[in-house]
């Protein structure tokens, strides 16, 4: 039962570009903030971005003045353009709101893979 369906990720070398896609409900689109999460097995799962329903973003330090999020609520997408990828950005990347965030209730993401 995914209420968000992650796409856009892929290999990629050092210094490329990837935008991530977050598909989810008009509802949940409309009056959630959304963040953009990452996991690489072994580590701690890791906030990279949020965006409030009226558009306010919040970057971790890590991907400030790389990455940019995004949304269209009309479409119920929300966006992650990835700029200047690291090895280190390496993760399965997935979106949720804070509070499924943390009850720990993920979908699927999309894995990015970035080559040096």
């Known amino acids: 039962q995914a209420q968000f369906v992650e796409s856009g990720g892929g290999l990629v070398q050092a210094g490329g570009s990837l935008r991530l896609s977050c598909a989810t409900s008009?509802?949940?689109?409309?009056?959630?903030?959304i963040g953009w999460y990452r996991q690489t097995p072994g580590k701690q799962r890791e906030w990279v971005a949020s965006?409030?329903?009226?558009?306010?973003?919040s970057y971790a330090d890590s991907v400030k003045d790389r990455f940019t999020i995004s949304r269209d609520n009309a479409k119920a997408t929300v966006y992650l353009q990835m700029n200047s990828l690291k090895p280190e950005d390496t993760a399965v990347y997935h979106c949720?709101?804070?509070?499924?965030?943390?009850?720990?209730?993920w979908g699927q993401g999309t894995q990015v893979s970035v080559s040096s």
């Open positions: 949720n709101t804070p509070s499924l965030a943390r009850a720990d209730r």
């Open positions: 008009g509802v949940v689109a409309r009056i959630n903030t």
């Open positions: 965006i409030t329903s009226g558009g306010s973003r």
